[in-house]
């Protein structure tokens, strides 16, 4: 990591407490435009291409001439509905360092909106496959030195991309991350999940849209805002139950990543990585505070933030776009 970053932990520091309950963007309504082929985003920055590499719906967005930032989505997410919001919020004068990178957006197979089935004859996929599916894109587009952005189990997988690839990653943010084995209550609704699904029933029931719900957002914003929390129920019904739930079961029977200490204090002990994390989600306040125990306290941040769930990039935007302000302004990436 550049030497500027070294400088920026104590500003780090002090996001989590900055903020009001509350502060959030205002509307999520366009999360979506969808084109001929139904899936195309409407993500910030100059649309370049869509293709699938490796299994993985790829949407390139800005000059590919900058450095490259690749990000990929929590379960029951796709890359709009987990990251337009955010990065037309940071559009407007409060991140514009995001727009000095130019955004890979990945999905995992068949999380585009109305994707047809995928073919139950098709092996189920793991975390690793997805890990290695980053490894197929970065190489496609001869990719060197990139960021990546992942969000929950979005996150894992990015982390599990950068043990292997510690070399060409320059930075890693990881938002809400789920680096050990699932814990009781995922394993316990997954299995619900999936028992409904062998049942040949292919909507979502109530209890599943309440699970993924608690999981992304924390009680006080699900109360406040309800409208913006019926988009992401709205925008779940419109993706196959069927190719969501292979994401979700990958997930459910994830390796722990922090098991093996020596791997990831050897591995990414000079590979700078940001972590941000809402302190009312369930899924990643313990297992963050693991990580930051294995990870390098020269190269590494953590910044925790108040009032928010896994989905702090919605609930807290300007925390996360503080401190991913700074974290780029560390590398030498600032706003034009």
């Known amino acids: 990591m550049d030497g500027d970053v070294e400088g920026v932990e104590e500003g780090l520091r002090a996001i989590g407490s900055s903020l009001l309950p ?22 910030p920055g100059t649309f370049v291409r869509a293709e699938h ?44 360092e995001l727009y000095q990178t130019c955004h890979y957006h990945l999905e995992a197979p068949g999380h585009e909106l109305r994707a047809g089935d995928i073919a139950e004859e098709q092996e189920w996929i793991t975390l690793d496959d997805l890990a ?32 292997a690839h510690a070399h060409d990653v320059r930075s890693i943010i990881l938002i809400s991350p789920t680096l050990q084995s699932a814990g009781v209550t995922d394993i316990m609704y997954t299995r619900m999940m999936v028992n409904y699904w062998l049942k040949g029933i292919t909507a979502w029931p ?23 929390v019926r988009l992401f129920s709205q925008t779940l019904d419109r993706m196959s139950v069927a190719n969501v739930l292979r994401l979700v079961y990958a997930d459910a029977v994830r390796t722990d990543l922090l098991a093996d200490a020596r791997l990831v204090g050897g591995a990414l002990s000079h590979t700078s990585v940001l972590i941000i994390v809402g302190k009312e989600c369930y899924t990643a306040v313990e297992q963050v505070d693991a990580a930051r125990q294995l990870l390098s306290r020269q190269y590494t941040s953590v910044v925790e933030v108040p009032h928010a769930g896994l989905l702090v990039l ?6 996360v776009a503080r401190a991913v302000r700074l974290f780029f302004q560390g590398h030498s990436i600032i706003a034009q």
């Open 22 to 43: 509350g502060e959030s963007v205002e509307s999520l309504r366009d999360l979506v435009i969808e084109g001929e082929d139904g899936c195309v985003s409407n993500l």
């Open 53 to 96: 590499i490796a299994g993985l719906r790829v949407s390139v967005h800005g000059d590919e001439s900058k450095p490259a930032l690749l990000t990929f989505h929590d379960i029951g997410l796709n890359a709009a509905s987990t990251f337009t919001a955010f990065l037309q919020f940071c559009s407007a004068g409060v991140c514009e």
């Open 132 to 163: 290695a599916s980053v490894a197929h894109v970065v190489s496609h587009y001869g990719l060197k030195n990139y960021f990546l952005l992942g969000v929950g189990t979005g996150a894992n997988v990015m982390f599990r991309h950068a043990l």
């Open 206 to 228: 109530q209890w599943a849209h309440n699970y993924f719900l608690a999981r992304w957002f924390s009680d006080t914003f699900r109360e406040q805002r309800a409208e913006q």
């Open 314 to 319: 919605h609930e807290q935007p300007a925390a």
